[in-house]
């Protein structure tokens, strides 16, 4: 059964600081998600990772994906005020039909 | 925006009562799929289909059912409620075929008194 760990849990963080946020998978799987959430409100896709070797970058956000080793980073660079939000990395787990399998999440934090 | 609808955004009920939540969709994606988000336990997946009257069982199924008779309709009942079901209830979904990316409702807000 896939499980899906997200570290930190917790990350409080000063504007202008870089920092790394973990999805480790317990599974094969080539495809994995990065969504925020904003508080009371619903999770908005930030990237889609397909294959070994992914990178995508928006903004301060770059997102990666090594699927021998099973994990996925989101990179913030030069954090702002405005990234506070939860982060969850999804990946799917294909046995004949798909499923999505969430992370805890990782509440971020920046302090102005 | 992808076209998906969830009714009731909120609803307070009380503990044994059955509750219906519906999740419709205008992007004719194959799959449906219905989580559940609780502090400390990001989202769980409760049930999902992968078609019409096509349904399986996902990590936290135990005290839910689920229906899907139109491609667009995905409904998720809780026959006797239970205080333990007070959550946010999301349906998403998606098109595995292409990015497989998924798209989530806005939510429904469900409290179980």
């Known amino acids: 059964e896939l499980k899906v760990e997200q570290n930190p849990l917790f990350l409080s963080m000063q504007e202008g600081k870089n920092y790394t946020i973990y999805c480790n998978y317990s599974t094969t799987s080539d495809r994995l998600y990065w969504y925020r959430q904003d508080p009371g409100k619903s999770l908005e896709s930030l990237f889609v990772l397909l294959s070994n070797g992914a990178v995508k970058q928006e903004g301060r956000l770059m997102a990666s994906l090594d699927t021998k080793a099973r994990l996925s980073t989101l990179h913030i660079t030069a954090a702002v005020h405005d990234l506070s939000a939860t982060y969850f990395c999804a990946v799917v787990s294909f046995s004949g039909t798909y499923k999505y399998i969430f992370g805890t999440g990782t509440r971020l934090k920046v302090l102005a | 925006d992808a076209g998906i609808t969830q009714s009731p955004r909120h609803k307070v009920t009380e503990t044994g009562t059955p509750v219906t939540l519906r999740c419709h969709q205008t992007?004719?994606?194959?799959?449906m799929y219905w989580y559940r988000q609780d502090p400390g336990h990001g989202l769980r997946l409760i049930h999902y289909s992968y078609g019409v009257k096509d349904t399986d069982k996902g990590e936290v199924s135990d005290g839910y059912s689920v229906s899907r008779s139109k491609t667009e309709d995905f409904l998720l009942t809780l026959e006797s409620a239970t205080s333990s079901q007070t959550s946010v209830y999301f349906c998403?979904?998606?098109?595995?075929?292409?990015?497989?990316?998924?798209?989530f409702g806005e939510g429904s807000r469900l409290t179980v008194l």
């Open positions: 998403a979904i998606s098109d595995p075929g292409g990015t497989g990316e998924l798209f």
């Open positions: 992007e004719n994606h194959r799959y």
